[in-house]
């Protein structure tokens, strides 16, 4: 069973850090582009940082600068560096990934989201 478990949300005050870890496990054949998104209470979920499986990187405008994107391809991990954190950050942020999964004896393509973590910043 493929699955992605997010950990490191958590309480912090505005103006702190935090250290998201998204990791992959499973019949994975192959990972593509990895991302995260964030849902604040009563709003759409939406796209915070994105990252190809060559490591290239793009950025909400309301995250550039202070959130940083990395992947290590050997640990199927995706991580989210969020540096000066503000309360309007506060959001479950949920990862996803495009893999290519083995099913008995073929490959397929799948989006894959993982059960979300909650980041609340006080202020």
């Known amino acids: 069973q493929v699955q992605l478990v997010e950990s490191g949300g958590g309480l912090v005050q505005a103006g702190g850090s935090l250290r998201l870890s998204c990791a992959a496990s499973g019949n994975i054949f192959s990972i593509n582009a990895m991302a995260w998104y964030r849902q604040a209470p009563g709003k759409q979920r939406e796209l915070v940082a994105h990252?190809?499986?060559?490591?290239?990187?793009n950025y909400d405008d309301s995250v550039k600068g202070r959130f940083t994107i990395s992947r290590d391809n050997a640990e199927n991990t995706v991580y989210l560096q969020m540096n000066s954190l503000k309360p309007e950050d506060t959001a479950v942020y949920y990862c996803?990934?495009?893999?290519?999964?083995?099913?008995?004896?073929?490959?397929?393509?799948?989006?894959?989201w993982g059960q979300g973590t909650l980041v609340t910043v006080s202020e």
């Open positions: 990252i190809t499986s060559s490591g290239s990187t």
């Open positions: 996803n990934a495009d893999m290519v999964v083995q099913i008995l004896n073929s490959y397929r393509q799948f989006r894959y």
